[in-house]
């Protein structure tokens, strides 16, 4: 790792950047990769290609019916789960081609020796951009996590933008207020949603620079970079490096796999259950019905973790 001081201009002198300035510009890159994500998600109706996330909730058996007693509890069918698969988080990887080396292209320093010298493009992305992009996948939900994404239960939250009104994920369960024995047969399937879970965006917050580092032109001239050209480098540089397939910089998503939690745990609830809520119903002289609801106390049966990693 070749972590670089570089140097700024001021009063007639060049001087080493202190930690401070070094870790501003890291901040000007995380506010460029904010306004253009090289990983980015959407949300979809389906066919996303994160990890598919169930919802389960129980819903009635089929009736029963006899002309002469009522079914028994023993015969008549036993609630049932209904399964909804959600995939609805597309992530698409924008690759990112590198502004080429020229050896002047980077920012100047001092050797050992005291020689000036330009970053290579490994001292440029080891000083600056890795720290950065550290900052970018750890678990707060700061403007410094700009362009990276989180899960909540609210379509609001502040300092982010959500990425679709469409949920990620809707848990369900049965409402057993609206079965009852005098409408016997009911509908199976009466769901009542818990919770939505939605996909946010972090926003981004503007950088400006107390002092700009230096490099040599093509005649060897000392000149300061422009806020403006020092931007544009590191925007290039932090969307190329978290979009490579292999480069320890690259951001990735999933559920329930590696790396650092996003916002909200996602929570598949279920109604307990047992043998069945068993309800009958004589609808006329011949006409004897059974039919058994979803009961049960509310109970956690998966919970999905929405991360992001660094790999």
């Known amino acids: 790792m070749a972590v670089r001081t570089p140097l700024y201009y001021v009063s007639g002198n060049l001087r080493q950047m202190d930690a401070g300035m070094i870790a501003d510009l890291s901040s000007l890159a995380l506010y460029e990769y904010s306004l253009n994500p090289s ?30 007693a009522f079914p028994t509890e023993a015969t008549t069918a036993e609630p049932n789960t209904v399964t909804v698969s959600y995939q ?15 050896g002047k292209t980077f920012p100047l320093y001092y050797t050992t020796g005291g020689n000036l010298q330009h970053m290579s493009s490994t001292d440029f992305i ?8 550290t900052t970018l996948t750890s678990g707060s939900l700061t403007a410094s996590q700009g ?32 079965y009852t024995a005098a409408t016997i047969p009911e ?23 107390s002092q700009v580092p230096l490099y040599a032109d093509g005649s060897n001239n000392i000149k300061q970079f422009s806020q403006v050209e020092i931007a544009a480098l590191l925007s290039n540089y932090i969307r190329s490096e978290a979009a490579a397939s292999v480069s320890g910089n690259s951001i990735t998503y999933n559920i329930d796999g590696t790396g650092t939690s996003r916002g909200s745990s996602i929570v598949n609830t279920i109604l307990a259950g047992g043998t069945g809520n068993y309800q009958t119903f004589q609808a006329g002289a011949d006409d004897y019905r059974a039919q058994e609801f979803p009961d049960g106390a509310p109970t956690t049966a998966n919970t999905y973790v929405f991360r992001i990693n660094k790999v």
């Open 88 to 102: 609805r988080i597309l992530k698409t990887i924008t690759s990112v081609t590198p502004t080429s080396d020229t």
């Open 39 to 68: 990983v980015s998600l959407t949300v979809v109706g389906s066919g996303g290609n994160l990890t598919s996330i169930n919802d389960t909730r129980l819903q009635a058996g089929a009736v029963s019916t006899s002309v002469s």
């Open 147 to 178: 362009g990276t994404y989180f899960v909540s239960t609210t379509l609001s939250e502040a300092g982010a933008t959500v990425v679709s009104s469409t949920p990620i994920f809707t848990d369900t369960r049965a409402d057993t207020s609206l």
């Open 126 to 133: 080891d000083t600056f951009i890795t720290p950065a992009i």
């Open 187 to 209: 509908a199976l399937d009466q769901p009542t949603t818990i919770t939505n879970y939605y996909l946010h965006k972090i926003d981004g917050s503007p950088v400006t620079l």
